[in-house]
């Protein structure tokens, strides 16, 4: 699948199986990508961009953790975020 069927092409458009995510996804209320080199374009992926935070390191992935949660925050770890996709609802034509 080339890139350009599921993206975003500004707020209200996309691709021919694009459709708008509002949320993130089930039991997460809040995102942070780690990498070194972020791809913030590429966060459409799974939510709207506001909804999800970066950093670059591990050191600013805790600090966020902690000045939000404390040192209670309960968190998951997906360690290849590029293979992870959560879909609010399958595109139309793309039920099994």
Request: proline share 8%; charged share 20%; net charge positive.
């Amino acid at each position: 699948m080339t890139h350009y069927l599921g993206r975003t092409f500004g707020e209200n458009m996309g691709g021919r199986t694009w459709f708008s995510r509002s949320s993130l996804p089930p039991n997460t209320s809040r995102l942070t990508v780690m990498s070194p080199y972020p791809d913030k374009v590429g966060s459409d992926w799974t939510a709207e961009y506001h909804l999800v935070n970066h950093a670059r390191d591990w050191s600013q992935v805790r600090a966020m953790l902690e000045k939000t949660y404390g040192k209670s925050a309960r968190v998951a770890v997906i360690p290849d975020a590029t293979s992870q996709y959560f879909p609010d609802e399958p595109p139309t034509g793309m039920r099994g």
